[in-house]
C-alpha cells in the first residue's frame, strides 16, 4: 500500500523515508553528521511525532513489492509536480532503479529528487540516467551549511544570506512563511544551484561558528 506525505510548504506530494535511518551518505568517515544533516528539520518537531514516523517506516519495506513501480505509475496519474525524499534518501541501488522506472514512464510529471547518494560510485550510472531524462532534476545536496556547492552538477546547498553562493537561485520559502508559493527552481534542472537560506537557532549558530573559524 503506497504512503505519499504531503509537506505544508511543498506543492505537491512526496515519497519519503526516515531521515539518518537511509541516508548513509549524511556522515563523513568519521561518523559523524556533515552540517547539513547535523540539524536536520527532519528529526526534530512534527517528524518526531509516531503517526508522521509511521508512513516512512512503511516505506521502507513497502517499495521492495513487486507491483510498487506500478502503482507509483497510477498513483501519480492526477499529479504534475512530485519531490522524492522529504526525508531519507535513495539508500539501495534497487530502490534507485525502481524510482527510474517510475520517472520514465511518468513522463507527465515533473520529479525533483534531492540526493547524497552521488558519494557511493555505484550510483553514478543510475543519477546520470535519471539526470537524463526531461521531466526529472536530481539536485545534488551539498554537505555545506555556508553556500558550497557539488561542482559541476545540478546542485542545492544550505547558506546564510551573506554567504549565498553567485549565480544560485536562492529560495525566497523562508519569506513566506516556509511555502513554494509559485516558485518551481528545485524542479527545473536549468536552474544549477539552488540555495536555501539556513533557519532555526542550532543551524544559526553552526553557521556563525564555521563563518568564525574560516
Known amino acids: 500500500m503506497l504512503k505519499l506525505s504531503k509537506a505544508s510548504k511543498m506543492p ?27 540539524g536536520c528539520y527532519a ?10 514516523r509511521a508512513p516512512r517506516e512503511h516505506n521502507r519495506e513497502d517499495w521492495k513489492r513487486d507491483t510498487w513501480a506500478d502503482d507509483m505509475v497510477a498513483e501519480l496519474d492526477n ?15 534497487r530502490l534507485a532503479h525502481k524510482i527510474l522506472d517510475v520517472c520514465e514512464r511518468t513522463p507527465w510529471v515533473k520529479h525533483w529528487i534531492p540526493t547524497r547518494m552521488y558519494k ?6 543510475i543519477l546520470a540516467r535519471l539526470q537524463a531524462l526531461p521531466n526529472v532534476a536530481v539536485r545534488l545536496s551539498s554537505d555545506s551549511i555556508t553556500g558550497e556547492t557539488v561542482q559541476g552538477a545540478t546542485t542545492s546547498t544550505i547558506s546564510t544570506l551573506d554567504t549565498a553562493p553567485q549565480g544560485a537561485v536562492v529560495c525566497e520559502a523562508y519569506t513566506r512563511a516556509g511555502k513554494c508559493d509559485k516558485c518551481r527552481a528545485c524542479w527545473d534542472k536549468s536552474v544549477s544551484v539552488v540555495c536555501y537560506i539556513g533557519h532555526g537557532r542550532t543551524m544559526e549558530k553552526q553557521q556563525r561558528n564555521i563563518i568564525a573559524r574560516a
Open 12 to 38: 505537491c506530494r512526496s515519497w519519503s523515508l526516515q531521515a539518518l535511518d537511509t541516508c548513509p551518505a549524511s556522515r563523513d568517515s568519521t561518523g559523524a553528521l556533515v552540517p547539513a544533516c547535523s
Open 43 to 52: 528529526t526534530t518537531g512534527n517528524y518526531r511525532f509516531k503517526n508522521v
Open 120 to 125: 557511493f560510485a555505484k550510483f553514478g550510472t
Open 79 to 93: 499529479d504534475r509536480y512530485f519531490r522524492w525524499f522529504d526525508s531519507g534518501d535513495m539508500y539501495d541501488i
